[in-house]
């Protein structure tokens, strides 16, 4: 059994900044990539960032420039560093994690950024 689970998000103004972090947790086996995902209300689930086992990173273009993905110091954790936010950055955000076998996903933590 594996638990995801994501914390930081948070009410921010347009221009600020937030940290998401995403901890996996359990039965761990290989992880091929995490990655953090958002839906804003109406809208599909899109692809923000990406972080693959050998340290690669992608990005939405949206979000290039202003997020940075990384990992902490144990493989099963990850960040987001969301700098310069704008509205259009209100979603929720969730964590997915790959393994071999299969993947996992968080509950969502709320993003909401103010003009």
């Known amino acids: 059994q594996v638990q995801v689970v994501e914390s930081g998000g948070g009410l921010v103004q347009a221009g600020g900044s937030l940290r998401l972090s995403c901890t996996a947790s359990g039965v761990i086996f290989s992880i091929n990539a995490m990655h953090w995902y958002r839906q804003a209300p109406g809208k599909q689930r899109e692809l923000v960032a990406t972080i693959t086992e050998g340290g690669s990173t992608h990005y939405a273009d949206s979000v290039k420039g202003r997020f940075t993905i990384s990992r902490g110091n144990t493989r099963n954790t990850v960040y987001l560093q969301m700098n310069s936010l704008k509205p259009e950055d209100t979603a929720v955000y969730y964590c997915?994690?790959?393994?071999?076998?299969?993947?996992?996903w968080g509950q969502g933590t709320q993003v909401t950024v103010s003009s």
């Open positions: 997915h994690v790959a393994m071999i076998t299969s993947d996992y």
